[in-house]
């Protein structure tokens, strides 16, 4: 199984304007909203991040998981048919809703790279880059042709932006 590896960049809205010139035609953007939940932690060594996502129709619930001494993440996620009953059901178990937020998002795939365009009102524009590890050397040099520094990739989750700009 390949190793996945995942970027995030905030961007100014004329990326995309950018981006295009090179090539990149996003799709039609699609409308997310996601609900964050404060999930207590046993130690400081892993960030939790436990979310309602709903997206065309479908509702899933799903929990990513990074160690912070390495920075890789687990991801787990299930459909959900009433996602009010399970918030209710988190709610009851102690997790706290922090925030939602509702973004829309645009992709753009080719043979090695995966880019998707998050605009938020909460947040701004981020883009989000996706590939194998094994592309690793061509997707940064895709990125330099775009104009972006792939060392200045965001490390922090959005949940962690969030509350850095919002002072929670």
């Given at each position: 199984?390949?190793?996945?590896?995942?970027?995030?960049?905030?961007?100014?809205?004329?990326?995309?304007?950018?981006?295009?010139?090179?090539?990149?035609?996003?799709?039609?953007?699609?409308?997310?909203?996601?609900?964050?939940?404060?999930?207590s932690s046993a130690d400081d060594r892993s960030f939790v991040v436990l979310r309602i996502k709903k997206s065309e129709g479908?509702?899933?619930?799903?929990?990513?998981?990074?160690?912070?001494?390495?920075?890789?993440?687990?991801?787990?996620?299930?459909?959900?048919?009433?996602?009010?009953?399970?918030?209710?059901?988190?709610?009851?178990?102690?997790?706290?809703?922090?925030?939602?937020?509702?973004?829309?998002?645009?992709?753009?795939?080719?043979?090695?790279?995966?880019?998707?365009?998050?605009?938020?009102?909460?947040?701004?524009?981020?883009?989000?880059?996706?590939?194998?590890?094994?592309?690793?050397?061509?997707?940064?040099?895709?990125?330099?042709?775009?104009?972006?520094?792939?060392?200045?990739?965001?490390?922090?989750?959005?949940?962690?932006?969030?509350?850095?700009?919002?002072?929670?």
């Open positions: 199984m390949e190793k996945k590896v995942q970027y995030k960049f905030q961007v100014q809205d004329s990326f995309k304007d950018g981006a295009k010139l090179k090539g990149v035609e996003f799709s039609p953007a699609i409308e997310h909203a996601y609900t964050y939940f404060e999930v479908v509702q899933k619930l799903d929990m990513k998981i990074r160690n912070n001494e390495t920075g890789e993440w687990d991801h787990f996620e299930s459909e959900v048919s009433d996602a009010d009953q399970v918030q209710s059901i988190l709610e009851r178990l102690g997790c706290s809703e922090i925030f939602t937020f509702h973004k829309h998002r645009q992709t753009w795939i080719n043979d090695f790279i995966r880019f998707d365009l998050d605009t938020t009102k909460e947040l701004g524009t981020f883009l989000e880059v996706k590939f194998d590890l094994s592309d690793r050397a061509k997707a940064e040099q895709y990125l330099q042709e775009l104009g972006i520094d792939p060392s200045t990739h965001d490390k922090r989750s959005v949940i962690e932006i969030y509350k850095e700009k919002y002072k929670m």
